[in-house]
């Protein structure tokens, strides 16, 4: 008898749990929904990295060149609406690169210095540091690691030779961004957090975060 009443305690206990978690969702959702019908919101984690990080030899079937029409023009048939949005960083004079697997361009990637950046109130912008402003992989050519190795190739053709630091914004629940950019050895240097009223003006706060040694 003590066993099954333990047993009937600990389930009692486990259903308890799961309701208290499922109630804290329903919370959760509901002041979210309320919120975003008041105010519009963008919380982003600052990403930055000022060296050159060493990354492996690219495989055979690998080639990271800079972006050109060609690669535009793939970039526009693409059905993804994301993928066409590259071309608005091209079109803005953004610095572009591409990775090429197997000759066919798989994701691409564009940096925006002082003269073309347009977040100042997600993160300023020094006149020797570049912003990664855009970082997107074909959809057909996720789960390789790719949008990584880009980030490492890239950024370090551009740090610290012709600048000081590379800065990057990234949502702050966005899991697969946060983890390529990890693994492309940047650190997490602040957080930006932006709230305005609907249709109104904006107002940010930029906090630093302490980064690990």
């Avoid at 009937?8 to 978690?21: N, Q, T």
């Avoid at 990775?99 to 020094?126: G, K, M, Q």
Wanted: proline share 4%; aromatic share 10%.
């Amino acid at each position: 008898m003590a066993r099954q009443h333990r047993v009937a305690s600990i389930l009692e206990a486990e259903g308890v749990k799961r309701r208290d978690a499922w109630l804290r969702a329903r919370i959760k959702d509901f002041l979210k929904r309320a919120l975003s019908s008041i105010v519009d919101y963008r919380i982003n984690w600052i990403f930055a990295q000022n060296t050159a990080v060493e990354s492996p030899a690219l495989p055979p079937s690998i080639e990271i060149t800079v972006f050109d029409e060609q690669h535009l023009a793939a970039f526009a048939r693409h059905p993804d609406v994301r993928v066409r949005s590259a071309m608005s960083f091209e079109r803005a004079g953004c610095i572009g690169f591409v990775l090429l697997a197997d000759a066919e361009p798989a994701a691409c990637i564009h940096f925006a210095d002082r003269s073309n950046y347009e977040s100042v109130s997600t993160w300023p912008l020094a006149n020797n540091e570049v912003a990664l402003v855009n970082v997107i992989t074909l959809p057909e050519h996720r789960s390789r690691r790719y949008g990584s190795l880009l980030i490492t190739q890239a950024t370090s053709s551009l740090v610290p030779s012709r600048y000081r630091r590379a800065l990057a914004y990234i949502w702050w629940n966005h899991h697969a961004s946060l983890r390529a950019f990890r693994n492309a050895g940047w650190q997490r240097v602040g957080i930006s957090i932006e709230i305005s009223r609907r249709k109104g003006r904006w107002y940010s706060v930029h906090l630093p975060w302490k980064v690990r040694r």
